[in-house]
């Protein structure tokens, strides 16, 4: 989604927003994700994910830095955290991407796909070095931000 409509859907819960609502917005930050192998809540490998969605990442904080700046909302407080997604097998992880990205506008990207088939391939040999009980993950940080609507 581009940063204007990004806005729009910020202005339209404005409007929609109860006086004492507010508005709960959670997005990932400016770090590349990594691909992680565990076992037995041990992190034993790690790798940065060639997926970039650095444009839209930057588009979010550019659409609520609009709606603060214009005075619709003021930000009741901010914080960062980890996001992880953990699956049994690399198979399952990426199934679980795709159905969630299912409805995307995005275009594939031929050489990113190729890139991520490699890293699947590299986690998928240390899964099965690790031997049974090994699981993927999919790290990221995300930013939480409470926003209060502006009135009048």
Known sequence: MQSEGMVHALEEIHRLLKPNGCLIDIHPVLEPPQAEVYQAGK?????ISP?????D???AENALHQVVQRRLYDIDGS????FLTYASSVIELYNFFEEISAYSDRT???ELAAQLAELAARVEN????AGEGAEVGYHERA???RLRPIRG
């Open 126 to 129: 240390k899964m099965q070095a």
């Open 43 to 47: 992190l034993l490998y790690s790798e």
């Open 79 to 82: 914080g960062e955290f980890d």
């Open 108 to 110: 594939k990207d031929e």
């Open 57 to 59: 990442y930057r588009q």
């Open 51 to 55: 997926e970039n969605f650095e444009e």
């Open 143 to 145: 930013r939480i931000t």
